[in-house]
């Protein structure tokens, strides 16, 4: 095919948010564990799985035309590549993650000014030392190949460590001292590619599904039967997005009222709602919300 997209999906901690989040934009994606090459319902998209580590290379590089990574990985490898869209999601939840400088518990380490020709186990090295530099800080930084919780004191004196919740450092005996960087996944193109009308178009319409599907993910619909004596009652409760959609019935003492919501309200919402006479309610899953 002459059109046709190379997609980096993340293999890894982000694989299955990735996979879900394709899915509610409509494209279906499958794989088995040993297999790098998955399938998706577009022939037009040739999807590979990378480590997020590596994916900014390969996508500087040509071997990719577009990928899924962190920004992290994106300014570890110094990656001269398009940043197209920005996804806040991650493994466990819809937020960013952050790097922290981190140490055990009973540490003297107060701060980073403390790492003076100290030993410091990161994956992220060469933000690491940039971070140190800026501080004008001299320390030894080590690559750490992975359990990096698990090297301080005897193997290092502080880490410098991704977390979500911070749930696996404190489980180690470990506290956070600063943070490193904050970073978020990022959909990121080679710029030859980007320079392609076609591949260009293509890439904007998956980050429009994408941002679609990310937008609804803590989302729900709510539609409802409203007498129209009580509809501004009604109305005054609704913490919608925008407007809500009121339509009127074959029996025009009554309206139909439709709006998105936050899910987490919806459960102390709909008993106000029917006390204050809404029949008929119905709350629905989201797919997408474009703005």
């Not at 590089?61 to 490898?77: A, H, K, M, S």
């Not at 539609?223 to 009652?233: E, G």
Request: charged share 30%.
């Amino acid at each position: 095919m002459s059109n046709l997209l190379k997609l980096g999906l993340p293999k890894g901690s982000l694989q299955d948010s990735t996979f879900h989040l394709f899915g509610k934009a409509g494209y279906k994606i499958s794989s088995t564990s040993r297999s790098y090459f998955p399938s998706i319902n577009d022939v037009e998209i040739k999807p590979m799985l990378i480590r997020a580590q590596e994916m900014s290379r390969y996508v500087e590089n040509g071997l990719l035309d577009v990928g899924i990574t962190g920004r992290d990985w994106v300014q570890e490898n110094d990656s001269k590549i398009e940043e197209v869209a920005e996804l806040i999601y991650a493994k466990q939840g819809l937020k960013p993650v952050r790097w922290v400088l981190a140490v055990p518990e009973d540490s003297k380490i107060q701060s980073v000014m403390d790492l003076e020709g100290k030993r410091v186990a990161t994956e992220l090295v060469n933000v690491s030392k940039r971070y140190l530099e800026s501080k004008k800080v001299k320390a030894n930084v080590e690559f750490s190949w992975g359990a990096t919780e698990a090297k301080p004191p005897e193997l290092a004196d502080a880490i410098i460590e991704v977390t979500e919740t911070g749930s696996s450092l404190k489980a180690n005996k470990l506290k956070i001292v600063e943070t490193v960087l904050e970073s978020s996944t990022v959909v990121i193109a080679n710029q030859e590619s980007w320079k392609d009308e076609w591949k260009k178009g293509k890439i904007q319409n998956i980050c429009l599904l994408l941002k679609g599907a990310l937008n609804a993910e803590e989302k729900v619909g709510l539609k409802m039967n409203v007498p129209l004596k009580k509809l501004d009652q009604v109305l005054k409760t609704l913490p919608s997005m925008n407007s809500p959609t009121v339509s009127y019935l074959y029996d025009k003492e009554w309206v139909d009222v439709d709006i998105v919501i936050d899910e987490k309200v919806v459960r102390d919402l709909i008993p106000q709602l029917k006390r204050q006479g809404a029949e008929g309610i119905v709350e629905y899953p989201l797919n997408k919300v474009i703005p």
